[in-house]
């Protein structure tokens, strides 16, 4: 291994000048990687990856109203998009009506308002829902939202056994890095458990949850942190949802996982690889199951934003399609690429359009999807993996020891490794050390001005006038009665997805929803720590 003053990773492992022979000695392939499609899945979850299919290519999009997001979706469908992504608006993720106070200026901002029925019917108007499948970036309020799809697609015709699509639902992660959360933990696992055996009764081949390093890696954490505190989250829905009493091998094939990938692209694929072998071996081992899909770590992937400038935007091009590659070489499922324009403000429509077509490029005009994990055997890339396996079990162990998952977020240690590691990373560019394209090198004097894509103001009153008109329009005793259920039944222990399906269907709105679970739970009050 390299001494301390030779290159480092970005998870601060040493990277060697050369790797030779000697890097793999006493390395056992069928121990190490297996077969391609075969436990522990180093190679990929499939036995013929993108030779059988493509990865889906899956766009996350979202803004404004539903009408106009539903327009954007119809274009990337004609763009050639093989999934949906949906990007909700700030007071769809926290649980508030676009009327609220608390939503002002807030509205259709970085997604789509979805206040109701009626506003998801126009999200997915003319869209099949039978065929295509759909992502849903919503936590805390994921259960509303996911109802709300089943009820659009039985209007549709589209019973729930035929309904493919991920529900993010990863409300561990929102604790440590990306805010949205609204309950206590503990009642969190308690609504994810439910949605679980919902999923397994109602909508089988729903992916129930994303579990996500993809925030934690934005936030500034290592390759290493990013899936050591995403296994150690998944750890712990795995315990929530056998203490709810549900069966390792009825839940665990439909857990899904969302990682980031970086312009590092050798690390990257050693990191997806890793991730990979580690899961395989916690769930066969740790947890006894028997499915090998059980043990399948399956996971879409975003390429970096926050790697991405405002300065010289067209370079995040470049940057994308490196990130992507990188994606696509360590396994990938289901690939976003970021649109160059996105650190400015919303990607506009030929920007959405070129981040589609780099994962074109990747797929039909290079050759790294004629044949499975093109590195193994790599002394390099065997030797990364390796090294990112050891550091990534030795993370989740001092998890554990802290309690686990949820234990460790109420002692603040997952947010401050991350801020620590956050900190090291910008005072390298702050110093000059690490470059940064455009920043800190190869600047211009004068930047070219760039037009980005805003949002119409006037959408917060229109979405205000479609909730006064259901208001006025729903029978008020009904939805009364059908929140009173769901309260009753968050207090007692009967799955909640069946009276809120039922105060959704009555047009109870999202807001309303999430009002009630917080009289009977409570909100979640952050610890700060320094
Ligand atoms: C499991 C994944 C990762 C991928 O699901 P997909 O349906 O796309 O792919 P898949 O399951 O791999 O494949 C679909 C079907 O084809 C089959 N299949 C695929 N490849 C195969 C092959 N080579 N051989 C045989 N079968 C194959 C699979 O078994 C599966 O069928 P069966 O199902 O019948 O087995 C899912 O969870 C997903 O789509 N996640 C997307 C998450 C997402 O978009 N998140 C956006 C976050 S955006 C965000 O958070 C932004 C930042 C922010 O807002 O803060």
């Known amino acids: 291994m390299a001494d301390s003053t030779g290159a480092r990773s970005e998870s601060d492992l040493p990277i060697e000048p050369v790797y030779d022979a000697s890097a793999l000695e006493g390395f056992d392939p069928d121990v190490k990687l297996g077969a391609p499609g075969r436990y522990p899945f180093t190679r990929g979850v499939y036995p013929s990856m993108y030779t059988g299919r493509p990865w889906t290519m899956r766009q996350y999009a979202g803004f404004g109203t539903a009408k106009e997001s ?40 970085v997604g789509v308002a979805i206040d109701s029925l009626d506003d998801m019917r ?32 039985e209007e549709q015709g589209v019973p729930g056994d035929k309904l493919t699509g991920t529900i993010q639902n990863d409300v561990l992660k929102e604790y440590i890095a990306r805010g949205t959360y609204i309950y206590p933990p503990r009642e969190s696992l308690r609504l ?47 315990r929530a949802a056998e203490a709810a009493g549900l069966h390792v091998d009825d839940f665990a094939p439909r857990l899904s996982f969302f990682f980031v990938a970086r312009t590092t692209l ?7 690889r890793a991730a990979r072998r580690i899961w395989a071996k916690i769930m066969k081992e740790q947890f006894g199951a028997q499915n090998p899909k059980s043990m399948m770590l399956r996971f879409h992937t975003q390429t970096a934003g926050v790697q991405l400038t405002a300065q010289q935007p067209e370079v995040n091009l470049v940057r994308v399609a490196l990130q992507g590659l990188g994606a696509v070489l360590g396994g990938t499922q289901s690939l976003h690429t970021n649109s160059f324009d996105e650190a400015i403000a919303l990607p506009t429509e030929k920007a959405a359009r070129l981040a589609l077509r780099t994962q074109q490029v990747i797929a039909y005009e290079t050759d790294v999807t004629k044949t499975v994990d093109p590195f193994a055997g790599s002394y390099v ?5 390796d090294d990112i396996e050891e550091a990534a079990l030795a993370l989740i162990q001092r998890v554990e020891d802290l309690g686990g998952a949820v234990a460790a977020i109420e002692q603040g ?5 991350i801020e620590r590691s956050a900190y090291r990373v ?33 959408i917060e009153a229109d979405q205000r006038a479609r909730l006064e008109a259901l208001r006025a329009d729903r029978d008020q005793a009904v939805v009364d009665a059908a929140l009173g259920r769901l309260k009753d039944a968050a207090r007692g222990t009967d799955n909640l997805l069946y009276p809120m399906k039922e105060a959704l269907a009555a047009r109870a709105t999202g807001g309303e929803v999430a009002h009630a679970l917080r009289e009977v739970w409570g909100v979640y009050q952050p610890r700060e720590t320094f």
């Open 70 to 109: 539903n327009e954007r979706y119809h274009q990337l469908v004609k763009a050639g998009t093989g999934g949906l992504s949906v990007a909700f608006d700030l007071p769809t993720q926290m649980g508030y009506d676009s009327d609220e106070p608390i939503a002002h200026g807030e509205v259709g901002k």
């Open 122 to 153: 126009t999200l997915f108007d003319g869209l099949p829902l039978d065929t295509i499948s759909t992502s849903m970036t919503i936590n805390a309020p994921g259960s509303t939202l996911l109802l709300l799809y089943q009820l659009v697609a």
């Open 192 to 238: 994810i458990a439910d949605i679980f055996a919902y999923c397994h009764k109602e909508m089988p081949r729903w992916n129930t949850i994303s579990i996500s390093g993809y925030h934690m890696a934005e936030a500034g954490a290592t390759p290493v942190q990013e899936i050591a505190f995403t296994i150690a989250n998944a750890i712990e829905y795995v």
């Open 266 to 272: 050798l690390e990257e694929v050693a990191k997806f």
């Open 381 to 385: 890339v065997e030797s990364m993996t």
């Open 413 to 417: 240690f997952q947010k401050s490794e």
């Open 426 to 458: 910008q005072l390298e560019i702050d110093s000059g050390e690490r470059t940064v394209v455009g920043v800190n090198r190869f600047t211009l004097d004068q930047e070219e001005r760039y037009d980005p894509l805003r949002v119409d103001p006037t």
